[in-house]
């Protein structure tokens, strides 16, 4: 199961950390991700991260602004999304899949597992 938390309403150019925890035991093969919905839109990627390796991919949205990790200590996968701006407000949840390769992490049907979600509304 995935537990996902840390948003809130925050203004244009600040900062949020999103946390993802992982309950049980982590497989190496996992990829994390990080999706979000607008009200009306479709679920798009955001970010993702091999949990061995730690390979990194973004959407060119958020490139420079927000950076995905984790920790294995903690079983978490962290979004830290910086210089916010209003069309960043969305439902953001975190999402599991296994061996996925890199041509694949963007497409939210690939993932398995999905966290329940949390709001992030940034005001102008």
């Known amino acids: 199961q995935l537990q996902a938390c840390g948003g809130g309403l925050v203004q244009a150019g600040g900062s949020l950390i999103l946390s993802c925890v992982i309950s049980g035991r982590s497989d190496n093969n996992y990829v994390m991700g990080w999706f979000r919905q607008a009200p009306g839109k479709e679920r798009e990627f955001v970010a993702a991260i091999k949990w061995s390796g730690g390979s990194k991919t973004y959407t060119d949205a958020v490139k420079g602004r927000f950076t995905i990790s984790k920790d294995y200590t903690k079983n978490t996968v962290y979004l830290q999304m910086n210089s916010l701006k209003p069309e960043d407000t969305a439902g953001y949840y975190c999402?599991?899949?296994?061996?996925?390769?890199?041509?694949?992490?963007?497409?939210?049907?690939?993932?398995?597992?999905w966290g329940q979600g949390t709001l992030v509304t940034v005001s102008s």
């Open positions: 999402a599991a899949g296994r061996g996925l390769i890199t041509s694949v992490l963007s497409n939210p049907t690939k993932y398995a597992y």
